[in-house]
């Protein structure tokens, strides 16, 4: 690896929800957010990411979810630097993204509202059902631009950037990206390798390639809301209003469609207005 393509983060300043002390401790555990539990190699990154469903990727204490990069510094406080080039944190997540995608164990790529996850093989039906597109609905549906870039991914199965850019006749780098971005967002794509030399650029491949089992399952959408709902809960402990949807890039309503199925199962207790708990969790700011 030459080093880190550079990145820019735009972050909104929006404090997150002052949570009981015991909650955050609970997610300090499940979230990887303590010195000795820190993420180190791609093995503990994946059973990581396998133990609570989904995560991000490089977005640090500033963001409502879990997070490698956070994972990878084991603390409640970490935040991305300015240089992420020469931080040596950003970089070994960095290192571990790439060595997580090539490996194809778990998912990752970019979903609703351009937001980059890693999705636990458990969690990619469900996902599929909320995000993904029918075939029978990609001429509708997906711009022309995408369907070429398909059409030559889905003869190739396999190809860098430059190629497929080149093969597909999109000639503008900028909407070149564009399509690549509508179609890792329908999940008909995905980048299964990172390429540093000559110069950086991605291989990407259709998920039927890594995931043929899991997204050939059908589940409903009402059971893939209850499953992210249920799985994000899970990690947190507690979740306050508009998490899950910040999270996941799910519509608010959806999100509470999810959490409220939780609340009819048993699993989870609505202490207010779009905040659930865990029903077998107990701190001391609450009623019991």
């Not at 497929?164 to 299964?192: N, T, Y």
């Not at 209003?241 to 519509?251: I, K, M, N, P």
Request: hydrophobic residues 40%.
């Amino acid at each position: 690896m030459t080093g880190i393509p550079p990145l820019c983060y735009k972050f909104s300043p929006m404090p997150l929800s002052n949570l009981p002390e015991e909650i955050e401790a609970y997610r300090d555990r499940t979230w990887c957010r303590e010195p000795e539990s820190r993420i180190e190699n791609a093995y503990a990154a994946e059973r990581f990411i396998e133990s609570i469903g989904f995560c991000a990727g490089l977005t640090d204490a500033r963001r409502a979810g879990p997070s490698l990069f956070i994972a990878v510094c084991g603390r409640r406080d970490a935040y991305l630097p300015r240089n992420v080039q020469k931080d040596p944190e950003s970089s070994l997540t960095w290192v571990l993204k790439d060595e997580i995608m090539r490996r194809g164990n778990v998912y990752y790529g970019k979903l609703a509202k351009n937001r980059t996850m890693f999705i636990a093989r458990r969690l990619i039906p469900s996902f599929h059902a909320l995000w993904g597109m029918p075939r029978k609905n990609e001429s509708d549906l997906l711009s022309p631009g995408a369907r070429a870039v398909l059409k030559v991914l889905r003869k190739e199965w396999e190809m860098a950037s430059r190629d497929l850019q080149h093969a597909s006749g999109i000639k503008d780098r900028s909407q070149f990206v564009r399509v690549m971005d509508e179609l890792q967002r329908s999940l008909k794509i995905i980048p299964s390798e990172g390429v540093y030399e000559p110069s950086f650029t991605y291989i990407w491949t259709v998920p039927e390639a890594r995931f043929p089992e899991e997204l050939t399952k059908h589940v409903t959408r009402e059971f893939a809301l209850r499953e992210l709902a249920q799985a994000y809960l899970t990690a947190s402990g507690m979740t306050v209003r508009g998490e899950l949807a910040r999270v996941t890039g799910l519509s608010a309503p959806e999100a509470g469609l999810g959490n409220w199925a939780l609340v009819d199962d048993g699993f989870a207790r609505r202490l207010a207005p779009g905040v659930y708990m865990l029903s077998d969790l107990a701190f001391s700011g609450t009623n019991q």
